[in-house]
């Protein structure tokens, strides 16, 4: 049977950063879309470029890294949100204009306060507009997952019309069923007229837990573009995992008539770094890059996979990039040997310094590490990224936690070039120092969320904490990494809290009207 390509395209820098916390840096979107170029997907959704300076620059940057994927800025269907994404895009090597207007009746009057008509006119304005710049034009119907079908027909003929070749069908609020999107997709294929001449894809939400299962039936019924993020990320309940598709598609070649070019090898590297780089921890029984994916607990299974590996293993884990943690650098390594390794792992520095900042944790840790591997550097690289904000930073930090007394803990800060000390008691050596840290910095931050994750494996690990925190309704998360964990909590801590003094001045693609 000969196999169609599905085009694999990758979102984890655009809705997946519009998970809240997860938003990233110019510089940590660089190092993922490295990484993505080399997971070979075809299309690197790079962010949304009029929604801040610094989404622009984001998505210039990937756009002038990336050489072997498409590059794609997103816009409303606005001329100016197509003139900047053009802009941002305009040194890539293949850029895609990626425009979307919503077409459900509820978002069409609620939302884009619109009749159909002036959706269908504003649609194919903004198509026509971006086909100046490329022909490379994506038309999402946002919200086709609950639009009308007979509408959907129409606007998506206007846009095939219009230039569009590629037509995205967005189960933009997780709502369809596997057999009903499926038999969405084979309506329109078979009712749109010039349905041939443009690819279809699908976007689908997890919000039912049936993104993966979506996507798949939209396959089987003629998609040929899925939209997908590493790790499942995205808005709310998150996207179609670019993971579970990709191997569900390989694995079941008796099912699917579709090959993708993707080198899976490169899967579990990509989950490690955007699972750093946003401080969303991966679940251990995710499928494909959860800890636990290929590990065999029981004493049958363990029996049968030495037996015979296909007893209880459908994939190998080697082929998705599973490997015994290579120890990459030591103690000994000096720092061409670091420069060398980064550059492998997709890390280039634009100044001696930031190599050089880089180089000196290095040393401070292999000094309490005896092997560094691939996962402590990441973590290393994502520590020394300059923030945006750096108004507070460690300083000191001593804890006392023994049996039968109550944790304390004393802090020093450097608070805008300002010392400060603080002391506190709390529930235990965390708590204790976090109080202290409050009881200087006062800060009126509610803790959502705090996670320890071990980067690597070994008591001498380091460990990989996160901390989510919010004020007046705005969500960040904060990274810190030490092979002593209530330092890399501390560390966190003041992450988040820098964040928090940077304003957000960015606007969500799908919040207001056209
Ligand atoms: O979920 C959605 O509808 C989207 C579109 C902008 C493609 O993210
Ligand atoms: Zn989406």
């Not at 995205?168 to 069923?177: F, H, L, Q, R, S």
């Not at 590490?369 to 020394?384: G, P, T, Y």
Request: charged share 25%; hydrophobic share 40%.
């Amino acid at each position: 049977m000969s196999q169609d390509a599905l085009i694999i395209f990758d979102t984890t820098l655009r809705d997946g950063e519009q998970s809240p916390g997860a938003s990233m840096t110019r510089d940590e979107k660089l190092r993922i879309a490295h990484l993505l170029e080399k997971l070979r997907v075809d299309v690197i959704e790079a962010g949304f470029p009029a929604a801040s300076p610094g989404d622009f620059e984001a998505v210039r940057a990937v756009a002038r890294a990336v050489k072997d994927s498409r590059v794609c800025g997103l816009t409303r269907a606005r001329a100016e949100d197509i003139d900047r994404a053009a802009e941002a895009l305009k040194d890539a090597v293949a850029p895609r204009i990626h425009t979307f207007i919503a077409t459900s009746s509820i978002h069409m009057q609620h939302k884009l306060r619109m009749s159909p008509d002036q959706v269908v006119e504003h649609a194919v304005a903004a198509i026509r507009h971006a086909r100046n710049y490329t022909d490379d034009v994506e038309f999402s119907a946002e919200d086709a997952g609950r639009s009308e079908i007979d509408f959907l027909c129409r606007v998506i003929e206007a846009a095939i019309d219009a230039g569009a070749r590629t037509i995205n069908i967005p189960d933009t609020v997780g709502y369809a069923i596997p057999e009903q999107f499926g038999a969405t997709i084979a309506t329109l294929l078979e009712r749109v007229p010039n349905a041939d001449k443009a690819v279809f894809s699908v976007h689908c939400h997890n919000d039912l837990g049936l993104a993966v299962a979506n996507s798949l039936a939209a396959v089987l019924n003629g998609a040929r573009q899925v939209e997908c993020t590493i790790n499942a990320l995205g808005e709310r309940a998150g996207n179609a995992s670019l993971e579970e598709i990709v191997m569900a598609v390989r694995t079941r070649q008796d099912i699917f008539p579709v090959e993708t070019r993707i080198d899976a090898t490169q899967i579990v590297p990509c989950s490690r770094l955007v699972s750093n780089v946003t401080g969303f921890p991966v679940q251990p029984n995710k499928a494909i890059v959860g800890a636990n994916a290929f590990a065999h607990e029981s004493g049958i299974h363990q029996d049968g996979v030495l037996k015979h590996r296909d007893t209880y293993e459908i994939m190998r884990a080697e082929d998705v990039g599973w490997s015994a943690n290579r120890m990459v650098l030591g103690k000994h390594s000096g720092r061409n040997a670091l420069r060398s390794r980064l550059l492998e792992l997709g890390i280039e520095f634009e100044t001696a310094a930031e190599l050089d900042e880089v180089f000196a944790r290095f040393k401070d840790l292999a000094d309490k590490k005896h092997d560094i591997f691939d996962e402590d550097l990441q973590a290393l690289v994502s520590e020394a990224a300059p923030e945006a904000s750096d108004r507070y930073r460690l300083k000191f930090l001593r804890v006392c936690s023994e049996t039968g007394t109550t944790p304390h803990a004393e802090v020093h800060l450097e608070v805008d070039g300002e010392a400060l000390s603080g002391s506190a008691d709390g529930g235990g050596p965390v708590d204790a120092s976090f109080q202290a840290v409050e009881s200087m910095v006062n800060s009126g931050t509610e803790l959502l969320l705090y996670s320890v994750n071990n980067i690597t494996s070994g008591t001498d690990a380091q460990g990989e904490v996160t901390v989510r925190l919010s004020r007046a309704g705005r969500i960040v998360n904060g990274q810190g990494a030490d092979t002593d964990i209530v330092i890399a909590s501390v560390k966190a801590y003041l992450n988040a809290l820098n964040r928090l003094t940077v304003p957000p001045a960015r606007a969500h693609p799908q919040h207001d009207g056209v």
